[in-house]
């Protein structure tokens, strides 16, 4: 099994520009996550998914967007990149949360540069 | 809203001796789990050890252990006998059925030979 894989894991951007990084697991998890690291900060919730067409606001949402559009897959969206963006990005995975049942599974991570 | 906090941005430890890092949180749920993850410089997260809040036994992982004191909410990771590999960041974390993983800004643990 991959379990989760992220996609690029280097990019750098100029202001302004925009892209989008690919979240895919082959897990079956129904809850995908995408987290931002900073030193010192430790990571940061973006944007979560709970289900398939479904997403939610974590802690630094702003500037990004997100969609779920298949159960495997979780896109993060940058529509116009600042330097403040520049940061590593991890996204996860993991089971509805039930007692017995609480792992996440996280990608490699993507380190973003914005220029 | 449910915080973690690891006081400690800093820790050395001589090989082969123990140490503990620090970790403590805030919630008002009484069912939950907490983590320890490690990332070296691979960036990697690497699950350590982990404690579900409703069992009172400490959980162990090897070389691995936690002190959790749930009235004062509190979750210490202890290494035994430190390895050079040890040598890394290290994340604790809060989580439960309805909240995301909840991370501390992090211990960088360094190992001296």
């Known amino acids: ?115 | 809203a449910q915080t973690v906090t690891q006081s400690q941005p800093e820790m050395s430890v001589q090989e082969a001796e123990t140490v503990t890092l620090s970790c403590t949180y805030d919630t008002s749920e009484s069912d939950y789990y907490l983590f320890w993850y490690k990332q070296p410089p691979s960036r990697q997260m690497i699950l350590v050890i982990r404690q579900e809040a409703y069992k009172q036994q400490n959980a162990t992982e090897n070389r691995f252990s936690v002190n959790f004191q749930k009235a004062a909410k509190s979750f210490s990771l202890k290494i035994s006998d430190s390895q050079l590999g040890d040598a890394a960041m290290y994340f604790c974390a809060y989580g439960s059925w309805n909240t995301p993983l909840v991370f501390g800004k992090g211990t960088r643990l360094s190992v001296i030979a």
Not at chain 1, 41 to 52: A, P, T
């Open chain 1, 1 to 115: 099994n991959a379990g989760v894989t992220q996609t690029p894991k280097f990019r750098v951007l100029k202001t302004g520009q925009s892209m989008t990084l690919l979240c895919a697991q082959d897990m079956n998890h129904e809850y995908m996550y995408w987290y931002r690291q900073d030193p010192g900060m430790g990571l940061r919730l973006i944007h979560y998914s709970v289900g398939e067409g479904t997403t939610a606001k974590g802690e630094v949402p702003d500037g990004y967007n997100v969609s779920r559009l298949k159960k495997q897959n979780f896109l993060l969206g940058l529509e116009s990149a600042a330097p403040s963006q520049t940061s590593v990005y991890f996204c996860a995975s993991s089971y509805r949360i039930t007692r017995g049942r609480y792992g996440y599974t996280f990608g490699s991570g993507t380190r973003l540069t914005v220029v």
